[in-house]
């Protein structure tokens, strides 16, 4: 694939990437953008290749994930040397919207990041279950398990019972 | 609920959420033009670091790469050898010792010329 080609795709699914960034980064908007930015560079310079084993997406949604996991790292990193380190959680759902966005949003807060991930990029971003593995780099088996106890989980927090 | 209608009232809700990330993003090329200009100081800045652990790797692989010092030749080792003396060989010289470096003479105690008549 050509660097213009690169962009290209890049560009047509920029949208969809940056949905994705957020959900990667707990819904904090400026750290969602540093991540898509510092995956664009990767992706530009050549350290993230496609080697077309899957889609652009797949591919792209994994650099994604894998930059959010490392600013992730770095950050508490940073926060262990300056004494400052705590565990950060999702974004309070501030935005404004329907109750019921909010009321997902705050659903989901609640779920492992994993499970989160998995329910995301199925029902958010329309990809099947294997779609979803190959990005989160897990085996179909653990991204199936993590889409049945996520869904009955959701399900449950949103219906008002006790997961 | 059945589970279908849990899972299409899901997919509606996570569709929600997604249009209204998407309506929120960034305009592209921004992104891009920001990631750009982030990747050009990265590049020179990785110069110095990368130098500076390339010395590094120079300098230890000489330090460890150095043929060893020449060993001495094992005649002049073995001369080396024989000529040392061990410093306390000098308890070891007692008064007398010199009557161990040389044998006996013993005096024969019954005559030669009787031994002989015997014998006739």
């Known amino acids: 694939?050509?660097?213009?080609?690169?962009?290209?795709?890049?560009?047509?699914?920029?949208?969809?990437?940056?949905?994705?960034?957020?959900?990667?980064?707990?819904?904090?908007?400026?750290?969602?953008?540093?991540?898509?930015?510092?995956?664009?560079?990767?992706?530009?310079?050549?350290?993230?290749?496609?080697?077309?084993?899957?889609?652009?997406?797949?591919?792209?949604?994994?650099?994604?994930?894998?930059?959010?996991?490392?600013?992730?790292?770095?950050?508490?990193?940073?926060?262990?040397?300056?004494?400052?380190?705590?565990?950060?959680?999702?974004?309070?759902?501030?935005?404004?919207?329907?109750?019921?966005?909010?009321?997902?949003?705050?659903?989901?807060?609640r779920l492992p990041r994993r499970q989160r991930q998995v329910l995301d990029l199925v029902f958010?971003?329309?990809?099947?279950?294997?779609?979803?593995?190959?990005?989160?780099?897990?085996?179909?088996?653990?991204?199936?398990?993590?889409?049945?106890?996520?869904?009955?989980?959701?399900?449950?927090?949103?219906?008002?019972?006790?997961? | 609920m059945s589970g279908k209608d849990a899972d299409q009232k899901l997919a509606r809700l996570f569709k929600e959420q997604r249009r209204a990330d998407e309506a929120s993003a960034p305009p592209f090329r921004e992104l891009l033009a920001r990631a750009r200009a982030r990747s050009a100081p990265q590049r020179r800045q990785i110069r110095w670091?990368?130098?500076?652990?390339?010395?590094?790797?120079?300098?230890?692989?000489?330090?460890?790469l150095r043929p060893p010092p020449p060993e001495p030749s094992r005649a002049v080792a073995a001369a080396t050898l024989a000529a040392w003396k061990a410093p306390t060989d000098v308890f070891l010289q007692t008064p007398g010792v010199e009557l161990l470096d040389r044998l006996p003479v013993l005096v024969s105690s019954v005559p030669q010329a009787t031994l002989a008549v015997s014998h006739r």
Do not use: N
């Open chain 1, 1 to 109: 694939m050509t660097p213009a080609e690169t962009e290209v795709e890049l560009e047509r699914l920029h949208e969809a990437g940056f949905a994705w960034a957020l959900a990667c980064c707990g819904r904090r908007r400026e750290e969602a953008e540093d991540v898509l930015q510092a995956s664009y560079v990767k992706i530009l310079e050549g350290k993230a290749r496609f080697a077309g084993y899957s889609s652009f997406k797949t591919f792209l949604f994994g650099v994604i994930r894998r930059t959010a996991s490392e600013e992730r790292r770095k950050s508490a990193l940073r926060g262990l040397f300056l004494g400052t380190w705590t565990r950060r959680d999702e974004a309070p759902a501030s935005e404004a919207g329907p109750a019921e966005r909010l009321a997902l949003q705050a659903a989901l807060s």
């Open chain 1, 124 to 163: 958010s971003m329309g990809m099947t279950v294997q779609e979803a593995a190959e990005t989160l780099a897990l085996s179909v088996g653990s991204a199936r398990v993590h889409y049945d106890r996520a869904k009955r989980r959701l399900a449950g927090i949103l219906g008002g019972d006790r997961a």
């Open chain 2, 49 to 64: 670091p990368a130098l500076a652990a390339a010395a590094i790797a120079i300098v230890a692989a000489v330090l460890l």
